[in-house]
């Protein structure tokens, strides 16, 4: 290949050579002359002949070397495979010649003809176990298992009537037990007492069991509890814990092993427990523990401020939870309450609750449940009151005017309310500050409600002379005859913009997507494609460039 390409590279391509013979006349100098012109001119027509050539042939021949060398590569590795295949063959059958004298001669004695295995079965099957044997003769099969015989040839010797052979010597073990697990041999009675080993499993599906084995348990809150079951079976099975939800579904996995424990009890963790065992043998099994978690009273509210008016009707109510059950008494400005027919308390699992009816004025107050049990004592106040509700607004975020904005409202109030008081401010706030502005007030005076709405105030006032697209904020307080009720929750609103143009924000959003699609659409031609027509280019204008410096065409 060497001496190839450097012959291409020179451009001598052999060259024919041409031999003068000199004849004793005169004129044949001059004939051998022109004749020696004649060649140095043709020889220049064959140089130039190579040169035009040079660059595709090196373009081919390096392609066709390196498929030669791939090809070469692996015909190597296929010769060197046929090769190693028939030294084998040649080996295999020189062992086959030598086999053949025993095989022959050993055809009389007998064999088996089914092989040792290893069975799993299920308490409660049937098993069969196999012992084929060819050329027996007058040999007597047993079959035995450890030192106790179970047949010898067709007589049963066992005394177990679950077993028994079948189709000639194979052992059938019906309703299987545990305790018949081991090895069955089938043996023959000859000089060499040739066996064939039988190996059974019995599986055994999971059982388990709780410790203890009442399944109750109790622990105080904050401290730590262990809950334990153990399962049995063949495979040993693994055992995983849930918790039970409130619709006696099981939630998801919680802990792994027969020991459960949990570190610093909280009231919520009481509940039931379900242990289950699997080893994949039947149904997974399972068993229920529940534990009761004492912790002193833990009172919840419904409400904390309830409002009400005179003649009317108001629910108190207290949700307690506790372990032991705790007793509930009601008190009204630290002054216990005693059942009447105006005062009623009733209970419903873990609700406890106060009706107060046709309320009178000294009703009003503050009001407290107290819970007690064995381990503490709980207190949660509330307060009934005449004074109106707190507002709850009704107003879209989002203005539609850019100079203006309606603000609705609602207040709920027994007697008729007396005044409103509206108050509203600019906030001025970027990416990295919020400045809010001074309020500005409004002293409203409410219409008269319509008798068919003695309860809710529903109201609305424009406010005006806004800036366009600007942050407001909003609060509105009321008073009856019963005094000024709590400030609302502070609304927050977005006056219109004037502008309907694209935002900064949105502008840079469509311009970076487009940036995106531009910058995803080059690339479409891989990389080291370019790069390797590249070179190859190069390297054939290389070569037309050298050989032309050569010739001094260049």
Same mark, same amino acid.
């Given at each position: 290949?060497?001496?190839?390409?450097?012959?291409?590279?020179?451009?001598?391509?052999?060259?024919?050579?041409?031999?003068?013979?000199? %004849?004793? #006349? /005169?004129?044949?100098?001059?004939? !051998?002359?022109?004749? +020696?012109?004649?060649? &140095?001119? *043709?020889?220049? @027509?064959?140089?130039?002949?190579?040169?035009?050539?040079?660059?595709?042939?090196?373009?081919?021949?390096?392609?066709?070397?390196?498929? %030669?060398? #791939? /090809?070469?590569?692996?015909?190597? !590795?296929?010769?060197? +495979?046929?090769?190693? &295949?028939? *030294?084998?063959? @040649?080996?295999?059958?020189?062992?086959?010649?030598?086999?053949?004298?025993?095989?022959?001669?050993?055809?009389?004695?007998?064999?088996?003809?089914?092989?040792?295995?290893?069975?799993?079965?299920?308490?409660?099957?049937?098993?069969?176990?196999?012992?084929?044997?060819?050329?027996?003769?007058?040999?007597?099969?047993?079959?035995?298992?450890?030192?106790?015989?179970?047949?010898?040839?067709?007589?049963?010797?066992?005394?177990?009537?679950?077993?028994?052979?079948?189709?000639?010597?194979?052992?059938?073990?019906?309703?299987?037990?545990?305790?018949?697990?081991?090895?069955?041999?089938?043996?023959?009675?000859?000089?060499?007492?040739?066996?064939?080993?039988?190996?059974?499993?019995?599986?055994?599906?999971?059982?388990?069991?709780?410790?203890?084995?009442?399944?109750?348990?109790?622990?105080?809150?904050?401290?730590?509890?262990?809950?334990?079951?153990?399962?049995?079976?063949?495979?040993?099975?693994?055992?995983?814990?849930?918790?039970?939800?409130?619709?006696?579904?099981?939630?998801?996995?919680?802990?792994?092993?027969?020991?459960?424990?949990?570190?610093?009890?909280?009231?919520?963790?009481?509940?039931?427990?379900?242990?289950?065992?699997?080893?994949?043998?039947?149904?997974?099994?399972?068993?229920?523990?529940?534990?009761?978690?004492?912790?002193?009273?833990?009172?919840?509210?419904?409400?904390?401020?309830?409002?009400?008016?005179?003649?009317?009707?108001?629910?108190?109510?207290?949700?307690?939870?506790?372990?032991?059950?705790?007793?509930?008494?009601?008190?009204?400005?630290?002054?216990?309450?005693?059942?009447?027919?105006?005062?009623?308390?009733?209970?419903?699992?873990?609700?406890?609750?106060?009706?107060?009816?046709?309320?009178?004025?000294?009703?009003?107050?503050?009001?407290?449940?107290?819970?007690?049990?064995?381990?503490?004592?709980?207190?949660?106040?509330?307060?009934?009151?005449?004074?109106?509700?707190?507002?709850?607004?009704?107003?879209?975020?989002?203005?539609?005017?850019?100079?203006?904005?309606?603000?609705?409202?609602?207040?709920?109030?027994?007697?008729?309310?007396?005044?409103?008081?509206?108050?509203?401010?600019?906030?001025?706030?970027?990416?990295?500050?919020?400045?809010?502005?001074?309020?500005?007030?409004?002293?409203?005076?409410?219409?008269?409600?319509?008798?068919?709405?003695?309860?809710?105030?529903?109201?609305?006032?424009?406010?005006?002379?806004?800036?366009?697209?600007?942050?407001?904020?909003?609060?509105?307080?009321?008073?009856?005859?019963?005094?000024?009720?709590?400030?609302?929750?502070?609304?927050?609103?977005?006056?219109?913009?004037?502008?309907?143009?694209?935002?900064?924000?949105?502008?840079?959003?469509?311009?970076?997507?487009?940036?995106?699609?531009?910058?995803?659409?080059?690339?479409?031609?891989?990389?080291?494609?370019?790069?390797?027509?590249?070179?190859?280019?190069?390297?054939?204008?290389?070569?037309?460039?050298?050989?032309?410096?050569?010739?001094?065409?260049?």
């Amino acid at each position: 290949m060497k001496i190839i390409s450097r012959s291409i590279r020179t451009g001598a391509l052999a060259p024919p050579t041409t031999t003068a013979h000199v %004849h004793g #006349h /005169a004129h044949d100098t001059a004939t !051998a002359t022109a004749t +020696a012109s004649g060649i &140095r001119k *043709s020889s220049q @027509r064959r140089n130039r002949a190579p040169l035009q050539m040079n660059c595709p042939i090196l373009i081919v021949i390096s392609l066709g070397w390196l498929l %030669h060398a #791939h /090809a070469g590569s692996g015909g190597f !590795a296929v010769e060197a +495979a046929i090769s190693n &295949r028939g *030294s084998n063959s @040649r080996s295999m059958s020189n062992v086959q010649q030598s086999a053949v004298a025993p095989s022959t001669l050993a055809a009389t004695l007998p064999r088996f003809l089914s092989r040792g295995h290893t069975y799993r079965a299920v308490v409660g099957d049937t098993l069969v176990l196999p012992c084929q044997v060819e050329n027996l003769g007058n040999f007597v099969l047993l079959w035995r298992r450890g030192t106790n015989v179970l047949t010898a040839s067709n007589i049963m010797v066992t005394r177990d009537e679950r077993v028994r052979l079948i189709d000639g010597y194979n052992l059938e073990i019906s309703d299987l037990e545990p305790q018949d697990a081991g090895d069955y041999v089938c043996q023959i009675s000859d000089k060499i007492n040739r066996d064939q080993v039988h190996t059974v499993e019995i599986l055994v599906p999971p059982s388990v069991r709780a410790i203890p084995t009442s399944g109750q348990l109790q622990a105080r809150k904050g401290g730590p509890i262990t809950l334990e079951c153990k399962g049995s079976g063949n495979p040993v099975p693994s055992i995983y814990w849930t918790k039970k939800s409130g619709a006696n579904k099981s939630s998801a996995r919680i802990g792994d092993g027969p020991i459960l424990t949990l570190e610093k009890l909280e009231r919520q963790q009481a509940g039931v427990y379900q242990c289950t065992a699997d080893n994949g043998v039947g149904d997974p099994v399972t068993v229920d523990m529940r534990l009761d978690v004492l912790y002193p009273p833990d009172i919840q509210v419904e409400k904390s401020w309830i409002h009400s008016g005179e003649g009317f009707e108001a629910k108190l109510v207290c949700i307690v939870f506790a372990d032991p059950v705790a007793t509930v008494s009601w008190y009204q400005n630290s002054f216990p309450i005693q059942s009447t027919d105006r005062r009623i308390m009733a209970t419903r699992a873990n609700r406890h609750m106060l009706t107060i009816r046709h309320i009178q004025q000294e009703d009003f107050g503050n009001y407290s449940c107290v819970a007690d049990n064995s381990l503490g004592r709980s207190r949660k106040y509330m307060e009934l009151s005449g004074r109106p509700g707190a507002a709850e607004f009704y107003s879209p975020k989002w203005g539609r005017l850019p100079d203006s904005y309606n603000l609705t409202w609602k207040i709920d109030s027994y007697p008729p309310l007396e005044e409103v008081r509206l108050l509203y401010r600019r906030v001025q706030m970027n990416e990295t500050y919020q400045q809010p502005g001074r309020w500005h007030d409004f002293i409203l005076t409410p219409e008269h409600r319509p008798a068919s709405e003695p309860l809710t105030h529903i109201m609305s006032y424009t406010i005006k002379n806004l800036h366009p697209g600007g942050y407001y904020e909003a609060i509105v307080q009321a008073k009856n005859r019963y005094g000024w009720n709590e400030v609302s929750d502070i609304f927050q609103f977005v006056v219109a913009n004037s502008s309907q143009d694209i935002g900064p924000e949105d502008a840079e959003v469509v311009a970076s997507s487009k940036s995106r699609s531009n910058s995803a659409s080059t690339g479409s031609l891989p990389g080291s494609t370019l790069l390797h027509t590249a070179l190859l280019l190069a390297l054939a204008l290389s070569n037309c460039q050298f050989d032309r410096r050569r010739l001094g065409l260049g």
